[in-house]
Structure formats: structure tokens, C-alpha cells
């Protein structure tokens, strides 16, 4: 499972001269991990994922896929980038461009230069997988925030990425968006692909997360496992963070009625059925 597929060594980034967006960062993403990505307004997230894909090129530092280095000035290596690596834009007005719905989700595997029939494919399973398919001949411009944020998912999943960077996803989504999000998050693990998601819901990235990258002020502060991030204190604090509400539950319930200091819930369900299981129901 440990197979690494993207790679940073030392990477700075700045937009003008002078100050810099992001210094120093140096990190393996492997395949089937699924990553939240935290820290404050400015930290330098969405800079880290367009640096991802080669939108932004790295001013210093090496960048590797699959072991191999990467180039993304070189326009072999950045197509191979772009497939590789998907971006859902924390803002979907950015992404959008296509007329219709369909013509929109089909650009990427047009591009791959992949033959009719199998775009077609492609469109149809993830107009499916964001349930899109009614929604085809509208026009994307005039769907809501979160209807456009499903066509930008569905244009993304149509490219077959490797690894999936998702800016933000919730922000424009409804509850059963959210749940729909949720559950695509799901099959793209049972997939085995890799995801990031930046977010700033602190109980997604709990119950969701097996690794959490924190940034702050331009820098990768913390790599982590979400128990190790969030018994750290000092690092909370630095980066602007709290503590998820189920993990300040589960210290109550360490302290006041016996559950084990070992165990780390990530869902109400595993709370009651811890309990019930130890009343013998
Ligand atoms: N296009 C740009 N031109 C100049 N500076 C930029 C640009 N985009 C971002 N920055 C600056 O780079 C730094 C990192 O920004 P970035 O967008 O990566 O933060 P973020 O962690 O994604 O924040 P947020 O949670 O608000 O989305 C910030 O200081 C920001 O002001
Ligand atoms: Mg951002």
C-alpha cells in the first residue's frame, strides 16, 4: 500500500518577489491515503495543490511522480501532470467553461485524445457518479453553487486521476451533497486512489482523514495522524485550529465513564456500539 506516487522535495513558491506562499515543502503522497489538508485563511493550501498538478511551477525544488522527476515546464511532463492529478477548484466559477453540462465533462478525455466511444463512457459514468445525468444539456453557468461544484467533481473523475485534490468541496454543498461527497469519497478509496481534501471543517477531517498535513504561514508544520494532530497542543494553537467535538467528547468519556485511553471514535455509531456491546445487548 505504500507505493508513492507524488513527490515534493524542498519546493518554495512565490507570487510576487520578495515574500514567498509557500517554503521548504518536502512530502510523499502514496496511493489509497486518504489526507485532509488544514490551516488558516492564507496558509497556503490552494498554492500547495496548484503546485500539485503544475498550474504553479516550483521557484526552487524538485517535484517526482512514481519516482521519476517531473518537469512541469516541459509540456510532455505537465500534460502527464494534468491527467495524473485532478484539482476540484475551491471555486467552481474557475473551472467551468464548457456550453452545456456534457461538452463541459467531456474536455478532459477529449483531450486525453482517448476515441468517441470511450469519452462517451467516461461522461456517462461520472455524470452518474455525481448524479448529473438529467443535468446534461443545461448550460453550466446557470446552475447553483453546489450543482456547479458536482459538474466540476464530474469533470475531474472523467480525466481517471490518480490522485484527487479536493479545495474545499463542502463549502458551496447542502447536506446531501455533503453526503454524496461523502460517499464518492468513499468509492474513490475503495479505488485505491489518493485524496486530499483542504478543508476547514475540523469533524470532517477527523472522521474522514487517516493522515493530515498542516500548514501555516507558508510552511508543512505537521504530518500526522489525526490522533497525533490533535493531542498537540502547542500545534493547535500555532496553526489556529480546535479540537474536533467527538474527540473532546471521547476525553470526557475517558474521564468519566471508562472508555479506554487507546480507542479514538470517529463516529457516534462506534460510541454506542462500544457500550452496548460491553452491556452484553
Ligand atoms: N494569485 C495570487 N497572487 C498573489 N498572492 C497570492 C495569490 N494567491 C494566493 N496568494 C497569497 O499566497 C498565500 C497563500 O494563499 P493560499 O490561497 O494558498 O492560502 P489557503 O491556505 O488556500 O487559504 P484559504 O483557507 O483562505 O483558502 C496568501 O498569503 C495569499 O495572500
Ligand atoms: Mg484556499
Not at 521557484?59 to 495524473?84: E, M, N, V
Amino acid at each position: 500500500m505504500n507505493d508513492v506516487l507524488l513527490a515534493m522535495d524542498k519546493v518554495d513558491y512565490s507570487y510576487d518577489e520578495g515574500g514567498f506562499a509557500l517554503s521548504g515543502l518536502s512530502l510523499e503522497i502514496c496511493k489509497g491515503q486518504r489526507i485532509a489538508v488544514l490551516g488558516n485563511n492564507g496558509a497556503g493550501k490552494s498554492t500547495f495543490f496548484l503546485l500539485c498538478n503544475g498550474i504553479l511551477k516550483p521557484d526552487k525544488g524538485a517535484l517526482f511522480y512514481g519516482g521519476k522527476t517531473i518537469d512541469p515546464r516541459k509540456k510532455q511532463d505537465l500534460l502527464r501532470l494534468r491527467q495524473l492529478v485532478g484539482i476540484i477548484f475551491q471555486d467552481a466559477d474557475h473551472q467551468i467553461i464548457g456550453s452545456t453540462v456534457e461538452s463541459e465533462v467531456s474536455f478532459g478525455p477529449m483531450n486525453l485524445k482517448l476515441p468517441a466511444e470511450k469519452v462517451a463512457q467516461r461522461v456517462d459514468q461520472a455524470l452518474q457518479a455525481m448524479g448529473l445525468a438529467e443535468y446534461r444539456h443545461r448550460p453550466p453557468h446557470y446552475l447553483s453553487g453546489g450543482e456547479k461544484k458536482r459538474v466540476t467533481i464530474a469533470d475531474i473523475l472523467a480525466m481517471e486521476p490518480e490522485v484527487l485534490l479536493f479545495d474545499e468541496p463542502t463549502a458551496f454543498l447542502d447536506p446531501a451533497g455533503v453526503r454524496t461527497l461523502e460517499s464518492l469519497l468513499a468509492e474513490l478509496y475503495r479505488q485505491e486512489r489518493a485524496l486530499l481534501v483542504s478543508t476547514h471543517d475540523i469533524d470532517f477531517a477527523w472522521r474522514w482523514a487517516q493522515r493530515i498535513l498542516v500548514f501555516h504561514a507558508g510552511r508543512l508544520v505537521a504530518d500526522n495522524t489525526p490522533e497525533q494532530i490533535f493531542a498537540d497542543g502547542p500545534l493547535l494553537e500555532q496553526a489556529g485550529l480546535r479540537r474536533p467535538y467527538l474527540y473532546d467528547f471521547t476525553l470526557s468519556l475517558q474521564a468519566h465513564c471508562g472508555w479506554p485511553p487507546d480507542i479514538w471514535p470517529k463516529t457516534t455509531a462506534e460510541i454506542e456500539a462500544y457500550y452496548k456491546n460491553k452491556a452484553g445487548l
